[in-house]
């Protein structure tokens, strides 16, 4: 499948920080790209350096089949950008700002008036066509935000943590409209801090951490990484855990974690195998059982257990 984005080594320095270090990933076109990271981590240095606004201190990346720095004029015709916060002009109407866009893309007044209302009436808005974006609620906010990265019609559309601070409704509906999106042949590369919304969205997700790629596949492949499942043991009260869990830590070369607070035991296993050798040192412990069940990582446990340590300080405001 044809790459619409192809980032290789790309970085960034700011002084002493370097915000991305070597990062090299690819989204192929018409698909979704999750780019997962804690805060400060590189995400939206790197979005920005794809979106053209920041020049890459090393590495190259092409989009939609164009250099960011050499061919940076025929890169900003091929996308859209929503970022963090909402970029349209509050003080003044929805459709003055979708139709102000139009005309800035030198689009004929007719064309642009008519791409307004169309906007307007896709991203379910025109009963606020008239009134300030100020008074509109936080999801008609976002909603507008979106349809403004969308008047060029671009080939690739960067989300960069789209539904911060959307109530749940709201968070689903902007799910929807991006499913539509890529239906029509979008290329999406979407930021976010919600598992559940890289999950529901990204066939395959990039992990950054300190500038760095640190994990990449798909979000079954990621749940991998931590063992694939794990046992949760809850012995009977009065049982020795941390000597249970030093026990079971011997099973498969994975360490089990006590938790007394919770009179929990949990042990990551990768296979039939390593349950069936941790089952038998239970058994043969003797220790009385409560409850015992396997649990499949949520993708939020996957990218606590892969990344780690406080992002470096980027005076950029990395995200």
């Known amino acids: 499948m044809t790459a619409a984005i192809h980032v290789e080594d790309l970085v960034k320095e700011f002084g002493s920080t370097r915000a991305v270090d070597g990062v090299t990933m690819e989204v192929p076109a018409g698909s979704v790209l999750g780019l997962l990271g804690p805060n400060g981590a590189g995400k ?10 920041t020049r890459p201190d090393g590495g190259r990346a092409r989009v939609a089949g164009f250099d ?4 940076a004029h025929q890169v900003r015709g091929r996308i859209g950008l929503t970022g963090q916060y909402a970029s349209v002009d509050e003080t003044i109407p929805g459709w003055d700002n979708l ?10 007044p007719r064309r642009a008036k008519a791409l307004a209302d169309e906007l307007l009436e896709r991203f379910r808005l025109s009963k606020a066509a008239k009134k300030l974006p100020r008074d509109y609620s936080g999801g008609m906010r976002r909603r507008l935000d979106l349809a403004a990265s969308l008047v060029g019609d671009p080939e690739v559309l960067y989300l960069d943590e789209p539904t911060t601070g959307l109530d749940p409704r ?12 890529v239906a029509r042949g979008t290329t999406v590369l979407l930021t976010t801090q919600y598992m559940e919304e890289a999950e529901a969205l990204a066939e395959n997700i990039v992990v950054i951490d300190h500038g760095r790629v640190i994990a990449e596949g798909t979000p079954a492949e990621l749940r991998g990484r931590t063992g694939g499942q794990v046992l949760r043991i809850r012995p009977d009260r009065g049982a020795d855990l941390t000597e249970i869990a030093r026990q079971l ?11 007394p607070d919770e009179g929990l035991i949990t ?9 069936t050798a941790a089952l038998h040192v239970l058994t043969a412990s003797g220790v009385p059982i409560d409850g015992i069940e396997t649990h499949t990582p949520s993708l939020d446990e996957v990218f606590l257990t892969l990344t780690s340590g406080d992002p470096a300080d980027d005076p950029r405001r990395t995200a």
């Not at 960011?68 to 061919?71: D, K, L, M, S």
């Not at 139709?99 to 689009?107: P, S, T």
């Not at 042990?267 to 349950?275: D, I, M, Y």
């Open 44 to 53: 939206t240095t790197i979005v920005r350096m794809l979106a053209t606004l």
């Open 68 to 71: 960011v720095v050499t061919e």
């Open 99 to 108: 139709y102000l866009i139009g005309r800035l893309y030198r689009l004929p």
């Open 170 to 181: 709201s968070r689903l509906e902007l799910w929807d409209m991006v499913r539509s999106l």
């Open 249 to 259: 830590s011997g099973t498969g070369g994975r360490s089990a974690v006590a938790d």
């Open 267 to 275: 042990l990551p296993v990768g296979g039939q195998e390593e349950l």
